[in-house]
């Protein structure tokens, strides 16, 4: 049964840098049908997609938060890793890695993922001096 | 980018059926897959459609998922509630280069 785990500080200091870690087990991370994602959800509000990474390292971002975000991964740990710069209040909120199944998009040549099937429990971060 | 509009909330009685509504802004909905997620409080979201009307193994055929070109929007359906429906739902889809979540639908089952 595939399992993802989120791990990180769960709080981060005004204009610090939130990092956070998603381990997978249970299936390897360089499997070719499937991108990486994280997404967050505020207190009390809707979900909002970060960004998505394939093993390769290719790389999809919210354009609204692109600037600060960066998503890496080390294949031969099984792990993928979020890092966003500048954080501010606004920023606090559960984080969510999950997986992303791809389908083949004929007129793009490209996997593109499209849905996430596979989720973290989730860790709260919250940003406060 | 494009955005997802749902209602912010719906009740229904036991038994009965309940559609929520999700409506793209821009761009067509029938040009890029719709899924629904169903959240309860305290934990992550587990997907209840996907590919616009599919269910994955394990989520009960009283769930169904449709989209209408006409409108531009894509339903969730879910018959025969039962009072462990009540969560908030929130519908998923995409464009070239963003994943977008709809700002979600609170079910009460009353």
């Known amino acids: 049964q595939l399992q993802l785990q989120e791990s990180g500080p769960g709080l981060v200091k005004p204009s610090e840098t939130l990092s956070l870690t998603c381990t997978v087990s249970?299936?390897?991370?360089?499997?070719?049908?499937?991108?990486w994602g994280w997404i967050r959800q505020p207190p009390g509000k809707g979900l909002e997609w970060i960004g998505s990474?394939?093993?390769?390292?290719?790389?999809y971002y919210n354009p609204s938060l692109k600037s600060r975000v960066t998503i890496s991964v080390d294949t031969s740990k099984n792990q993928f890793s979020l890092k966003l710069s500048s954080v501010t209040a606004a920023d606090t909120a559960v984080y969510y890695c999950a997986r992303a199944p791809t389908y083949y998009d004929i007129l793009t040549g490209y996997s593109i993922p499209y849905y996430f099937d596979y989720w973290g429990q989730g860790t709260l971060v919250t940003v406060s001096s | 980018n494009f955005m997802l509009t749902q209602p912010h909330s719906v009740s229904e009685s036991p038994g009965k059926t309940v559609t929520i509504s999700c409506t793209r802004s821009?761009?067509?909905?029938?040009?890029?897959?719709v899924q629904w997620y169903q959240q309860r409080p305290g934990s992550a979201p587990t997907t209840v459609i996907y590919?616009?009307?599919?269910?994955p193994s394990g989520v009960p055929d009283r769930f169904s998922g449709s989209i209408d070109s006409s409108s531009n929007s894509a339903s969730l359906t879910i018959s025969g509630l039962k009072t462990e429906d009540e969560a908030d739902y929130y519908c998923?889809?995409?464009?070239?280069?963003?994943?977008?979540f709809g700002g979600g639908t609170k079910l009460t089952v009353l």
């Open positions: 249970g299936g390897s991370i360089s499997s070719s049908s499937y991108y």
């Open positions: 998923q889809s995409y464009d070239s280069s963003s994943w977008v």
């Open positions: 821009s761009g067509s909905i029938a040009s890029n897959y």
């Open positions: 990474i394939y093993y390769s390292g290719s790389t």
């Open positions: 590919e616009d009307n599919q269910r």
